[in-house]
């Protein structure tokens, strides 16, 4: 449908940690698909080489770029290679996370600093440097997702990942107003319980849920949602798309909530 025809869309965290499709990899497919250019970067420098090789084998445009964007001068050096390699950017995807296990007893020092480095910071320093291209450019769409861990406790124990995404719908929502009258506009996404490769290669979610056994661990995940079944990672891309697009053009400062019921009932 070309819904993102003429857009330049930069998706960060556009690899995949395992086989299969990851959030970031289907949204940065799913904005090819629909006509973008997609600027695919990743820590991973391979995961990201993937992701361009699926979208040009399709006809599409896109490019790799390495960064650790929970560090300012890769952040900074991401945003002008993009700028450079096609011009401009009109949709920001900040799409990377972790999750370390435990409660604020358990969970060190370092691995709060961490989590909050890779979930929080990251999103920070690419607003940062991404919000006056837009403004130059006349607006743009920058989306981050969150979880619905953020506004929920979920049964597991992940007190750092859930504070961390918290932190992130107020830092959206701030900065949603904040630049809404230079036709920025800033919207997170709150995926429920999901089905893909990072929540596969968990090991502290695995043994959260089942003692280690991932089979288990599905079925334990299935059982939580009141549809059924959980999630995949092209519901989180199809949110995104929307949220790209022109058609969500009075949307600003939304928490759009992914999630198959789950938190309607846990309300």
Known sequence: MERLKGKTAMVVGAGSIGPGWGNGKATAVTFAREGAQVFCVDRNAAAAEETVKIITGEGGKAAAFTADVSRAADVEAMVAACLKTYGRIDVLDNNVGIAEMGSVVETTESEWDRVFAVNLK??????????PVMQKQGGGSIINISSIASIRHVGISYVSYGAS???????TRTTAVQFAADHVRVNC?????????????????????????????????????????MGDAWDVANAALFLASDESRYVTGLELVVDGGMTARSA
């Open 122 to 131: 990251s999103a920070f320093l690419a607003m940062k440097h991404v919000i």
């Open 165 to 171: 995404k918290a932190a992130m719908n107020q830092m």
């Open 189 to 229: 996404i709150l995926p429920g319980l999901m089905k893909t490769p990072m929540v596969e290669h968990s090991a502290g979610l695995a043994a959260s849920y089942a003692k280690g056994d991932v089979e288990a661990m599905w079925r334990a995940r299935d059982s939580q949602v009141p549809m059924g079944h």
